[in-house]
């Protein structure tokens, strides 16, 4: 199956600076990828959907300002988590369609901030 | 909107003996439908879907779930497990159209004992 990739695979970094995360779509084009974070031992809650060429579209409750998405090409979005507090601290994991109706899921990227 | 309720935070059950996950969902459109299941710090794997045709639908490690529309329910179930199944399953919801977003359930702790 299609495989996406994501970078790094943890990261710790101290409070109040910035961080950002890679997810790669390997062997085909993405034109939208899905950005999720899960806390410890709670499911996977959709932060925002991230649109090539185009602003990302942000669920309710998520601050558009502190987690900024860039989907600048059809293999690449980042996350980025500005001023990092430790309550950002998470399990994010994003997500890409291959031809319409099945979702592949990076591994996860762990964030830890001390 | 899309939602999915998994009324068990976690299944005990002894190795090989049958398992039962329960998943509803709620939708005003028609949807799609998936099992995926998370091993200790690892991403997400398909483990079955519903998109359309038979509502039996099987897993190549011998879990099955079968779509219900009039009960709106997705129940993953499996005659024997293995210690190997103990996992994190998810129940998910998309739309009914390519490259939809997933809406996850809250997830069910599967453990099995020997």
Avoid at chain 2, 26 to 35: A, D, I, K, P, Q
């Amino acid at each position: 199956g299609a495989v996406v990739s994501q970078h790094p695979s943890w990261v710790i970094c101290k409070s109040g600076t910035s961080v950002k995360i890679e997810c790669r779509s390997l062997d085909f084009q993405a034109t939208t990828m899905f950005w999720y974070r899960q806390f410890p031992k709670q499911s996977l809650m959709l932060m925002a959907t991230s649109n090539e060429g185009s602003k990302a579209t942000y669920e309710q409750g998520v601050e558009k300002d502190k987690f900024l998405i860039n989907h600048a090409s059809l293999t690449l979005s980042t996350l980025t988590v500005t001023s990092a507090h430790p309550e950002d601290s998470s399990f994010y994991i994003c997500s890409a369609y291959d031809r319409g109706t099945e979702a592949f899921f990076g591994q996860g990227t762990r964030l830890t901030v001390v | 909107a899309q939602s999915v309720t998994q009324l068990d935070s976690q299944v005990p059950v002894f190795e090989e003996a049958p398992v039962e996950l329960r998943c509803n969902y709620s939708s005003s459109v028609s949807v799609y439908l998936f099992w995926y299941v998370q091993y200790p710090n690892q991403g997400l794997q398909l483990l079955l879907k519903y998109l359309s045709g038979s509502t039996l639908v099987e897993s190549i490690n011998g879990f099955e779930a079968e779509f219900n529309k009039s009960q709106t329910s997705f129940h993953l179930r499996k005659p024997s497990v293995h210690i190997s199944d103990t996992a994190e399953y998810f129940c998910a919801v998309s739309r009914y159209s390519s490259a939809s977003k997933i809406i996850f359930g809250s997830g069910t702790r599967l453990s099995i004992r020997p």
